[in-house]
């Protein structure tokens, strides 16, 4: 098996996007558009990754900063995508194996047609083998450009279309998979003949095929997959489709998901088996849910939050990082934020933690059993001993706590 390494080309300002911020770092389902182009590379294999970063550079090294297999590659001036390909000449130019190239403003795609893709290309042992996908309305994308046999001869860009080739459904995606010598043999040549001046990659194939070399294409490639995002609109329309992938993944994982349109869940959490997940349940960041779990109507779980089996957690509930052990109850209106709370306890209708004094965050200690009657705040720091008592209304904070002194916390009352 051939050697694989991988260019994300990541460096565009996207004036579309109308944005300070870097494009690939917008959020889908709570990652940046760039976690997931990194990860379908990794799922197949590519050894080393080279992301090529231009525009807000500095923010997208920090936020990926850490992984070992990235190799972070300047491109200076938005020139276009066979330029950005050009800036990765250095460290790749000697290397004999197969190159794939993606953008990171894709973020649907997925591995397993980027397998279909590899394996299609190994099979006929071509040059380069793209993907390409047939979309209803075809408009800002790259249009596949075939001769009477069906053979491919280029991709032209929307901007240099002729009206015929403006009618062309079947577009550039954007995914390819090159032998790395015959890529930067034809990227050196491509010249900015084009409206927009600029060096495009989709040129560089039209020169591949040129020259004789073997060119093929994988063509059933789902229409969302193809989707590049240059807008918010855009964004938000690919969002729409990997929630729609999250909670397919997770109601195969035995999870229930009572009415998928009006429910979001973050890209990173996961959820136990035998969950149920009422309506207008918004689930965000790092978050994990137990088995035999009740979540929602209306409920908040916010990032850093654990919760164990068998916890219900009813209307307008927030929980913000914290553990909720098994078999706690929290049903209606409650905050329960930087908290630990143990064993079946019952949180009672609107109490909360009050968790910021004003100048910092505080933690609230919870113990096994306890009851938390409606409408108790917990000022942080406290805690609570298993089998506390707390009347309904209380203000509770650790003084009055200690002043109770010990034998008599199981019951905090006013
Ligand atoms: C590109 C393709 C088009 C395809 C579409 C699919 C070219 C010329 N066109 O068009 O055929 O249908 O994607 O979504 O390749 N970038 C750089 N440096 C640059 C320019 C771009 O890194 O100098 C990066 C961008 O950040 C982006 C990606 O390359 O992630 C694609 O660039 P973009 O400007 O979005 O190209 P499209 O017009 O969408
Ligand atoms: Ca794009």
């Given at each position: 098996?051939?050697?694989?390494?991988?260019?994300?080309?990541?460096?565009?300002?996207?004036?579309?996007?109308?944005?300070?911020?870097?494009?690939?770092?917008?959020?889908?389902?709570?990652?940046?558009?760039?976690?997931?182009?990194?990860?379908?590379?990794?799922?197949?294999?590519?050894?080393?990754?080279?992301?090529?970063?231009?525009?807000?550079?500095?923010?997208?090294?920090?936020?990926?900063?850490?992984?070992?297999?990235?190799?972070?590659?300047?491109q200076d001036q938005q020139r276009g995508t066979a330029h950005a390909v050009m800036c990765c000449r250095e460290y790749l130019k000697d290397f004999d194996g197969e190159t794939?190239?993606?953008?990171?403003?894709?973020?649907?795609?997925?591995?397993?047609?980027?397998?279909?893709?590899?394996?299609?290309?190994?099979?006929?042992?071509?040059?380069?083998?793209?993907?390409?996908?047939?979309?209803?309305?075809?408009?800002g994308y790259g249009r596949i450009i075939r001769d009477v046999y069906g053979n491919i001869q280029g991709i032209v860009e929307d901007s240099d279309c002729s009206r015929e080739q403006w009618l062309i459904r079947e577009v550039n995606p954007?995914?390819?998979?090159?032998?790395?010598?015959?890529l930067f043999e034809a990227v050196e040549k491509v010249r900015p003949d084009n409206v927009k001046k600029e060096f495009y990659l989709t040129d560089a194939l039209s020169l591949i095929i040129a020259t004789g070399h073997k060119v093929v294409a994988i063509t059933a490639?789902?229409?969302?997959?193809?989707?590049?995002?240059?807008?918010?609109?855009?964004?938000?329309?690919?969002?729409?489709?990997?929630?729609?992938?999250?909670?397919?993944?997770?109601?195969?994982?035995?999870?229930?998901?009572?009415?998928?349109?009006?429910?979001?869940?973050?890209?990173?959490?996961?959820?136990?088996?035998?969950?149920?997940?009422?309506?207008?349940?918004?689930?965000?960041g790092e978050v994990t849910i137990g088995s035999g779990c009740r979540i929602g109507p209306f409920a908040f779980v916010r990032h850093g939050?654990?919760?164990?089996?068998?916890?219900?957690?009813?209307v307008f509930t927030e929980v913000k990082n914290s553990t909720l052990a098994e078999g706690v109850r929290a049903r209606h209106h409650s905050y329960l934020g930087d908290a630990m709370i143990g064993r079946h306890v019952d949180v009672g209708a609107g109490s909360i933690t009050a968790n910021f004094d004003g100048v910092k965050v505080n933690r609230t200690k919870v113990g096994d059993d306890c009851y938390i009657g409606s409408g108790a705040?917990?000022?942080?720091?406290?805690?609570?001993?298993?089998?506390?008592?707390?009347?309904?209304?209380?203000?509770?904070?650790?003084?009055?706590?200690?002043?109770?002194?010990?034998?008599?916390?199981?019951?905090?009352?006013?």
């Open positions: 098996m051939a050697q694989r390494a991988a260019i994300i080309l990541a460096a565009g300002v996207s004036s579309r996007m109308n944005t300070q911020m870097a494009k690939v770092l917008h959020e889908v389902c709570g990652r940046p558009m760039l976690g997931y182009v990194l990860d379908a590379c990794r799922d197949v294999g590519a050894g080393k990754i080279y992301a090529v970063v231009g525009f807000g550079s500095e923010q997208v090294k920090e936020w990926f900063g850490d992984a070992e297999d990235i190799v972070w590659v300047t794939l190239v993606l953008c990171g403003d894709g973020p649907l795609i997925r591995a397993k047609t980027l397998k279909t893709l590899i394996e299609k290309h190994e099979a006929e042992q071509a040059a380069a083998t793209l993907a390409t996908a047939v979309l209803d309305d075809p408009a954007s995914y390819y998979l090159f032998n790395n010598r015959i490639v789902r229409p969302e997959e193809a989707m590049g995002v240059n807008s918010r609109r855009q964004l938000s329309v690919a969002s729409k489709i990997m929630q729609a992938r999250i909670q397919r993944q997770l109601m195969a994982n035995g999870v229930t998901i009572v009415d998928p349109d009006n429910t979001w869940i973050d890209a990173r959490a996961r959820i136990g088996q035998d969950t149920v997940i009422e309506p207008f349940t918004y689930i965000h939050t654990v919760i164990e089996d068998d916890v219900v957690l009813g705040i917990l000022i942080a720091p406290l805690e609570l001993k298993d089998g506390s008592h707390i009347g309904a209304g209380t203000v509770v904070s650790q003084r009055n706590v200690n002043e109770l002194g010990e034998g008599t916390e199981k019951d905090v009352s006013k």
